[in-house]
Structures are given as structure tokens and as C-alpha cells.
Nanobody, 121 residues
Framework: VRLVESGGGLVQAGGSMRLSCAAS????????MAWFRQAPGKEREFVAA????????YYTDSVWGRFTISRDNAKNTVYLQINWLKPEETAIYYCATDHTISTVRSDPDYWGEGTQVTVSS
């Protein structure tokens, strides 16, 4: 499975951004998908995930109500809509995938290379 993120960049605090992750390789539609992020000097952390149907989503507490994860299986793409960005959310955002929702949230096998999101104050 190959994952390629896009959509990062520079945004002001309070702004919005939509990240995309294009998947190729194995049967994307049967995989659960997730987004993680790693801020400078910090460990990578889970942000959001959804099942292969898109019917169930999970978020880390700090992004509830501001981030939305979604997928378009016809396009083999997963999205992360980010609203009301905060400067402390400056990080590299990574897309990840695995067979189950439990593993994709904790220790996914497949990762993209990430896209940089920088939030200015």
C-alpha cells in the first residue's frame, strides 16, 4: 500500500485546511484509515480514524468538533478537514492505514511520508 499526503501549508490561527491522502496498491476500500501528527520535539500522536465504510469515526479529544475525517472509496482518498487551527497544532500530518480500526489507531503498518502544516499566530 502506498499513501501520499497533500494539502499542507501555512495558515493563520483560526484558519482551515483540508488534507488529502491518496492510496494505491492493495484494496483500499477494505482498510481502515487514520491521521496522525508529530509536532516539533514531540512524539507522533493519533488524531483521527475511520472504518473502511466510513460509518464509524474516532478523534483524539483535543480535535473534537474542529476536525473531520472522511473518505471517498471511489477515489481511493481519505481527507482530514481541519478548522479553527491553533499554533500548537503545527506539525507534520501523516496518513496511515491498516486492516482493522483498532490497529490503525494504535500501530498501523502503512504510513505516508507526511505533509507539513504550519499555523502562524
Amino acid at each position: 500500500v502506498r499513501l501520499v499526503e497533500s494539502g499542507g501549508g501555512l495558515v493563520q490561527a483560526g484558519g482551515s485546511m483540508r488534507l488529502s491522502c491518496a492510496a494505491s496498491g492493495q484494496s483500499f476500500i477494505t482498510y481502515s484509515m487514520a491521521w496522525f501528527r508529530q509536532a516539533p520535539g514531540k512524539e507522533r500522536e493519533f488524531v483521527a480514524a475511520l472504518t473502511w465504510t466510513g460509518g464509524t469515526t474516532y478523534y483524539t479529544d483535543s480535535v473534537w468538533g474542529r476536525f473531520t475525517i472522511s473518505r471517498d472509496n471511489a477515489k481511493n482518498t481519505v481527507y482530514l478537514q481541519i478548522n479553527w487551527l491553533k499554533p500548537e497544532e503545527t506539525a507534520i500530518y501523516y496518513c496511515a492505514t491498516d486492516h482493522t480500526i483498532s490497529t490503525v489507531r494504535s500501530d498501523p503498518d502503512y504510513w505516508g511520508e507526511g505533509t507539513q502544516v504550519t499555523v502562524s499566530s
